[in-house]
């Protein structure tokens, strides 16, 4: 935890700082109790077996810690015309930029164009630290996983019609590998 002014800054929710926290959160999500149910074990395997391919040693990113609003996306951002305005910092705390990033792409409900990656590599941090940029896939891809288990916990939670939130599971959880594509196939511009 870091010291302020009013003190301590707590943890966001879900903090990941390396790629083992990344595949903890997916691993722990897949581990939920409230994904034990029949109707969406289909889908909870598919994304247990995409974790389970995936290979993190020899990987890792550079620490790069920042204060996020962890609950970020388009839907939690006000623009005034000149400015953005975060809102909604329930979650909020000490995580990763890293985190952030993936998020940040990886919302479903409020898609960001994947172009809008050129803006982070300007920042001063992106250009601070030497990046593994497959170490940074990882952690999309993870983040990408980490997703279609929020599509289907959200529709639980909410009581939808299972076949419409596992529907969207499943066609998220089918873009992935377009979507990791994109992404590096921008990180190497």
């Known amino acids: 935890k870091i010291e302020n002014v009013c003190g301590e800054i707590p943890l966001a929710s879900e903090p990941a700082f390396t790629l083992s926290d990344f595949y903890e959160i997916v691993l722990s999500r ?25 290979s993190i040693s020899g990987h890792s990113l550079p620490t790069v810690n920042i204060y996020s609003p962890s609950d970020f996306g388009a839907h939690n951002v006000l623009y005034n015309g000149s400015k953005y305005h975060f809102i909604d910092f329930e979650h909020a705390g000490i995580d990763s930029y890293w985190k952030f990033l993936c998020d940040f792409f990886a919302q479903p409900d409020y898609p960001v ?55 969207k599971a499943d066609q998220y959880f089918d873009r992935i590998d377009f979507k990791v594509d994109s992404f590096y196939s921008r990180l190497l511009e």
Not at 30 to 54: G, P
Not at 129 to 158: H, Q
Request: proline content about 1%; aromatic content about 6%.
């Open 30 to 54: 897949i581990e939920a109790k409230n994904l034990l149910r029949n109707d969406v074990l289909s889908c909870v395997n598919r994304v247990s077996k995409a974790l389970s391919e995936i």
């Open 113 to 167: 164009d994947i172009s809008m990656l050129r803006l982070f590599r300007k920042s001063s941090t992106w250009h601070e630290c030497e990046l593994d940029k497959d170490a940074l896939i990882l952690a999309y891809r993870m983040t990408l996983l980490k997703w279609v288990l929020l599509i289907l916990a959200t529709g639980i939670k909410l009581n939808r019609d299972p076949s419409s939130y596992i529907a």
